[in-house]
């Protein structure tokens, strides 16, 4: 039998891209590459999470050199892994096959960083000679597989030690992984396609005219109330960045700010909205355009880290300490006893949004305008 089913080229069911490519046979095919050490990550959602912990491959593959990594996740997050030569194989929760293929398949690695219940059932089902993370216990309690995930399983139980934290969550989950900790990159690589949509987005709409490009990412996550600054705060904010001719606006965020962005389009005639129903790779693209992004702590936040952009991030219940800066994120927040609260609603008058004034924004903005030396896209 010339087929060499070991090959981590070999997709089961057609032709591996050598073949097809090149009419390559396993018999004298120099891109045979045996699995010898199998990874597999659980970690399902959300988005943004999903996509910063794509940080930890680089230091696994230095590790696990010749490793083939399988990711577990959602089917929202699938497209994350496209053009990341780190990722052999995605598999979603939704899929039908899941458990029989977990029951069968074996790993020598599982990282497992979520203590969600439902993954953590995952975990535990899945065959691994070593686990790392999080597992469900008999009790269908979720419990950690080892000392080193105590530390992130107690943050999530106890809102104080979330509170006292100081590491990123980047060291966090090195750390839970038995990795070492170098400051490992989010991972989004555009194909060519996405530059193009991204250029031609960039001609369509005259952005060459612009010296700096702001963007500004209008929205947050639903799960907490004030990720989301105020509108009359942009309002301010657009209103003092306008009266740089030199300067273009972006508005960026998905269906939940179509009326928020409109509003502002409306407002202000020379806004360019990029749109509320991209697909998540052509969000990643556009976002690709501006020189400084302002946004909460979402999924633009980890896309813009990934996309190496000066970042401007307000925070109010959400923890700042947890994000990696990497020297380019500026963080802002109020001076408030309540911050990190990790409440999904909040009746303090005034709250930790409307104590982030627009000038506090405006002056970090004009600031990174003044000390970085920007080159036009396109």
């Known amino acids: 039998m010339i ?17 097809k490519l090149e009419n390559k046979k396993c018999d004298d095919c120099e891109y045979y590459l045996p699995i010898n050490f199998k990874i597999l990550i659980i970690k399902l959602d959300a988005v943004g999470d999903v996509l910063r912990t794509t940080s930890i491959l680089h230091a696994l593959k230095l590790k696990y050199s010749e490793s083939h990594v399988t990711w577990l996740t959602k089917k929202s997050a699938k497209d994350i892994f496209l053009n990341n030569t ?9 899929s039908y096959d899941l458990i029989s293929r977990l029951s069968i398949e074996t790993f020598d690695l599982l990282i497992h960083p979520d203590a969600s219940p439902v993954s953590a059932s995952l975990a535990s089902l899945a065959k691994a000679k070593v686990k790392k993370g999080f597992g469900m216990n008999h009790l269908g309690q979720v419990t950690s597989f080892d000392n080193n995930a105590i530390e992130w399983l107690e943050m999530g139980a106890f809102d104080e030690l979330k509170k006292k934290n100081k590491k990123t969550y980047q060291q966090i989950i090195h750390e839970l992984a038995g990795l070492n900790f170098n400051k490992g990159d989010i991972i989004i690589n555009l194909t060519d396609d996405e530059l193009a949509f991204k250029n031609q987005f960039y001609a369509t709409h005259n952005l060459q005219k612009y010296k700096t490009i702001i ?3 209008t929205g947050a996550s639903k799960r907490w109330q004030l990720k989301q600054w105020r509108f009359d705060g942009f309002k301010e904010l657009i209103s003092k960045l306008q009266k740089n001719k030199e300067v273009g606006i972006l508005l960026f965020g998905g269906e939940d700010e179509e009326d928020r962005n409109s509003e502002l389009k409306n407002l202000f005639p020379s806004l360019v909205d990029t749109g509320s129903k991209n697909s998540l790779r052509q969000f990643f693209a556009l976002m690709d355009i501006p020189d400084i992004i302002l946004t909460g702590d979402t999924l633009a936040l980890h896309t813009a880290t990934a996309l190496k952009k000066k970042i401007i991030c307000f925070f109010g219940p959400t923890s700042s300490a947890e994000i990696e800066d990497y020297g380019r994120i500026k963080k802002i927040s109020p001076e408030m006893d309540c911050l990190v609260c990790y409440k999904p609603e909040c009746d303090f008058n005034p709250n930790c949004m409307e104590l982030i004034s627009s000038d506090m924004i405006y002056e970090a903005i004009i600031s990174e305008i003044n000390n970085s030396p920007y080159t036009k896209c396109g």
Do not use: A
């Open 3 to 19: 087929l060499k089913t070991d090959c981590k080229h070999f997709p089961g069911d057609k032709p591996c891209k050598p073949n």
């Open 86 to 94: 780190f990722v052999d194989n995605v598999l979603t929760f939704e």
């Open 215 to 217: 963007g500004l990412n």
